[in-house]
């Protein structure tokens, strides 16, 4: 099973998907429909490509940047959080243990993002 | 103790800072084995301001979209390391190892 069909059936979480890091290509499972699922993919990814980019001006300066490479992020509203971790988006529920839950899962399954892309 | 004194006691904690609405830093904490200087906490503030003033305008036009309400007004920024993510909310961050984080209650920390 995929990182985000998995992501998708933990209790909490609305939706989960990956994106292609080049072209509008995704796949998706939870509360979406395409249309929603497609600016996802492209909300999410036009997002990681600026981290990317603020990352090295981040650590274009600095020895042992602790943030080079970037690996993902996450925005948190009053009810629901976003995280993306590699190409992988999830769509949550602020619920106590969910947030902590998701991370460490998607970490530990996308630490290797080389295979990802 | 003073707030950033609080975020240095998050379990991982190498950096607090406080910065202004427009990113510029105004106080810091850095432990004592972080690499971390007062200009990268400069720019990691920027970064927060910059992110959350886009996320917000997303949320907003995701949520008029969709009908799906829950993400405006946007209240946080995470960014991701491999080993170490920074965690903003307000006009407040920080910074912590991975192995060793827990979120949710960097945000606890950062909304009190």
Known sequence: ??????LADIPGVIAAGEYAYRG????????????????ASIMCRATTMGTHMQTEILCANSENCPFDPAHGWMVRGPRFSVCVVANVFCFL???AGLLNRVMKKMQDKLADVEKMI | MSSLDNLMNLHGAAAAFEFSDTGELTNHRISD???LTP???DLLAHVFIANIAIATMQARGWEKTTGQGGFYPVQGFTLVGLEWSAVGNGQRGVVLRNDACDFEAAYAALDS
């Open chain 1, 24 to 39: 509008d290509r995704y796949n998706y499972k939870g509360q979406l429909n395409d249309e929603m699922a497609r600016m």
């Open chain 2, 39 to 41: 200009d990268a906490l």
């Open chain 1, 1 to 6: 099973m995929s990182v985000y069909a998995e």
């Open chain 2, 33 to 35: 084995d972080s690499n």
């Open chain 1, 93 to 95: 529920q602020n619920e």
